[in-house]
């Protein structure tokens, strides 16, 4: 019985350490530069165009309201002397309503769940999802069991350029490279 114990303390082990040792091996890696595959998409492009396009112009429609409170402000200020009470509390409750209503528009455009969060969710979610199903094809095709996006944060300090899939998955988008 202590016989059967000592080869199991010893087999077992073995036979683990030479299992996990196929898995490592059997292993392939590739990697692709999400950036330059967006960059060369010109889906890509024309979205962030429109972004930016819808971008400039509310923040042309806040600087605006910005510049219309500055007036109100300053307005209010050099009259204060001259007002009532009354009147100067009406144009304090119309510079606060101004305020607020900056900051409303300023919410809903820029802010968390703004009409810029979502634009950008509708116009650029697509595009991505269509880049990760290539991704995902040229995998396949490649036999590769992972593949890591060198662009991202995560940390790839050296990669073998035989593995670099960008070119690949350009090609599954049917886009040509544009060097830069």
């Not at 202590?2 to 059997?26: D, E, T």
């Not at 024309?46 to 307005?75: F, V």
């Not at 650029?124 to 890591?148: C, H, M, S, W, Y």
């Amino acid at each position: 019985m202590k016989r059967v114990s000592h080869i199991c303390n010893y087999l077992i082990p073995c036979m683990l350490s030479l299992f996990l040792a196929q898995i490592s091996f059997g292993q392939r890696i590739g990697y692709v530069e999400s950036q330059i595959i967006y960059d060369n998409l010109p889906e890509y492009k024309e979205a962030l165009a429109e972004i930016e396009n819808l971008t400039q112009n509310w923040r042309r429609e806040i600087d605006e309201k910005q510049q219309e409170l500055n007036h109100l402000t300053q307005e209010y200020l050099a009259e204060k002397v001259l007002l009532t009470q009354k009147m100067q509390n009406e144009r304090l409750s119309l510079i606060q309503q101004k305020e607020s209503e900056l900051k409303e528009f300023q919410n809903k455009r820029f802010g968390y769940k703004g009409m810029l969060f979502i634009k950008e969710e509708q116009v650029l979610i697509p595009i991505k999802e269509k880049v990760a199903q290539a991704v995902e094809r040229t995998g396949k095709i490649n036999r590769v069991d992972f593949v890591f996006d060198k662009s991202s944060d995560l940390i790839l300090p050296y990669a073998i350029g035989a593995r670099d899939l960008t070119k690949k998955v350009l090609a599954q988008l049917g886009v040509e490279l544009t060097e830069n």
